[in-house]
């Protein structure tokens, strides 16, 4: 298998706070924790990714 992750950096919730690195490292960490607690993967499975603001800026992918 494997994880494809795919992540809009264009928009105000990277631009706003000054520092892009700082809504990726959220985001990367929120999504790190629900891939603990979360379902278990199999190939095809697909989860938006959301900024801060609520908008869906990206996709993390399941494959083989």
Do not use: H, W
Not at 6 to 28: H, K, W, Y
């Amino acid at each position: 298998m494997k994880a494809y992750i795919t992540i809009r950096m264009d928009n105000a919730a990277f631009q706003d706070c000054g520092n892009p690195g700082e809504e990726l490292s959220r985001i990367l960490m929120k999504l790190g924790k629900m891939l603990q607690s979360g379902p278990r993967l199999i190939s095809g499975d697909s989860f938006p990714i959301m900024d801060i603001n609520g908008n869906k800026v990206g996709y993390l992918t399941i494959s083989d």
